[in-house]
């Protein structure tokens, strides 16, 4: 099983509100990855980095911000919480093995914005 | 990356064969077929993949056509457990930096008792 992980499972905040949601890894992995899905719908990838001090905008336009400042942690913020941030927030890292690249989520944070 | 097309949802019963079907008409020579799933909830988890040859592992086996345009993931004994949306995706090999993964819709697939 993967050893990746995310906290808290589930966020009920008020609107204004800066929030971290925290990821971290012990595999080692230098790419990490937070997709963005609302229920029943896609997963969209919002933010990856292929290693320390790395952090690049994914296909999803989205107003959290990442830091990738030590190989296992991947902490997503958003500096003031609105109704619209509501959604599952997956993060992900992979290995690279032959040419292939194997993902490994987490169990994803519940964020729910009143 | 090559589009992949896939049933909305499929039924199969618990202890039968699950077989899952993806159309990649459009793949290329160096494109893979990855198989994910994701429970109910739950971050999505890796199955299995290939290139041009029948793979198996303990989950799963996948049968790419020999013209490689599209695929079946299959799950020999369903259980209610497999109940979950079942992603295919037709990814180059990795050789850079810039690999991402597409998620699409998937594949509900509900076993039933």
């Known amino acids: 099983e993967a050893d990746i992980y995310q906290t808290p499972r589930y966020l009920v905040i008020g609107t204004g509100k800066k929030i971290t949601l925290e990821c971290s890894q012990t595999m080692g992995h230098d790419k990490m990855y937070w997709y963005q899905q609302d229920p029943g719908m896609e997963l969209h990838l919002i933010h990856y980095?292929?290693?320390?001090?790395?952090?690049e905008k994914g296909d999803l336009s989205s107003e959290s911000t990442v830091s990738r400042i030590r190989t296992e942690h991947f902490p997503l913020t958003l500096e003031s919480a609105r109704p619209s941030h509501t959604s599952q927030y997956l993060c992900?890292?992979?290995?690279?093995?032959?040419?292939?690249?194997?993902?490994?989520f987490g169990s994803g944070t519940q964020l729910s914005v009143l | 990356d090559a589009k992949t097309t896939q049933p909305t949802s499929m039924d199969c019963a618990e202890g039968r064969a699950a077989n899952l079907p993806c159309n990649h008409s459009t793949i290329s020579g160096n494109e893979y077929v990855y198989w994910y799933r994701q429970i109910h909830s739950q971050g999505p988890q890796y199955i299995i993949h290939?290139?041009?040859n029948n793979e198996t592992n303990e989950m799963a086996s996948l049968i790419i056509t020999e013209d490689r345009k599209s695929s079946t993931l299959i799950l020999p004994h369903a259980t209610l457990r497999d109940t979950a949306v079942y992603y295919c995706?037709?990814?180059?090999?990795?050789?850079?930096?810039?690999?991402?993964?597409?998620f699409g819709k998937g594949t509900l697939l509900t076993v039933n008792p």
């Open positions: 290939g290139l041009k």
């Open positions: 980095s292929y290693g320390v001090n790395s952090t």
């Open positions: 992900a890292s992979s290995e690279l093995r032959d040419f292939n690249e194997k993902l490994f």
């Open positions: 995706i037709v990814r180059s090999r990795s050789g850079g930096s810039n690999y991402k993964l597409t």
